[in-house]
Structures are given as structure tokens and as C-alpha cells.
Nanobody, 122 residues
Framework: QLQLVESGGGLVQPGGSLRLSCATS????????LGWFRQAPGKEREGLSC????????VYADSVKGRFTVSRDFVKRTVYLQMTNLKPEDAGVYYC???????????????WGQGTQVTVSS
């Protein structure tokens, strides 16, 4: 069964960095594009990034462009979200999700992880 498990969340000060991980079950990175999302309390879920299974290409939301970087490790079956220069508005629950690889990071995600909490506070 397809599995997605986020980890790496925690408390960080503004301007700090944090690396989130999305551990996946076998072949997920080969067959699915993987997106990162976040949701602040009382707000809608926001798409942050997507990495393509086809070629590893990435796309980022304007709100995180230049600060967040997504990468993948096929050996560890893990996708990372490296977050730098964190701001209070970056706080929320971060999720990873997958999309069929025949799409092109097309916002058609079908499976989601449980989320990991990120708190940005002084």
C-alpha cells in the first residue's frame, strides 16, 4: 500500500531553517509526482511545491520561492523540503502528497501523509 510519512517538524525561530522529510513506500518516487503543502489553523491548505517523477523538475509557490528547496533521495525513498529564512507566516502543518506521474504537477493529488507541525516563533 502507498505510504507517506512526514517528519522533521518542530519549533524554529524566525530566520531559522528546518528540513522536512517525506518517507515513501517502494516505487512511489518512480511512479508519482510529490507535492508539499501546508495548512495554518483556520486556513485552507496551501500548495508549496512539486517535484516531478519524470525528470525531477520542481515548481514552487511564490510564497516560498527562493527560501524552500525540494529534493529526492531514491535510495532512502525520501523527499525533502529544505526550508530557510523561516517566517512566522510559515507556521502550520506540513503535508506531502502524491500525483500520478503521467500528470505534470497538475494539482491532482490522490494520497496524503499525516502531516508534521512547524512552529515559527521567537
Amino acid at each position: 500500500q502507498l505510504q507517506l510519512v512526514e517528519s522533521g517538524g518542530g519549533l524554529v525561530q524566525p530566520g531559522g531553517s528546518l528540513r522536512l522529510s517525506c518517507a515513501t513506500s517502494e516505487f512511489v518516487l518512480d511512479y508519482y509526482n510529490l507535492g508539499w503543502f501546508r495548512q495554518a489553523p483556520g486556513k485552507e491548505r496551501e500548495g508549496l511545491s512539486c517535484i516531478s517523477a519524470r525528470d525531477g523538475g520542481t515548481v514552487y509557490a511564490d510564497s516560498v520561492k527562493g527560501r524552500f528547496t525540494v529534493s529526492r533521495d531514491f535510495v532512502k525513498r525520501t523527499v525533502y523540503l529544505q526550508m530557510t529564512n523561516l517566517k512566522p507566516e510559515d507556521a502550520g502543518v506540513y503535508y506531502c502528497a502524491v500525483e500520478n506521474r503521467y500528470l505534470d504537477c497538475d494539482d491532482r493529488y490522490t494520497d496524503w501523509g499525516q502531516g508534521t507541525q512547524v512552529t515559527v516563533s521567537s
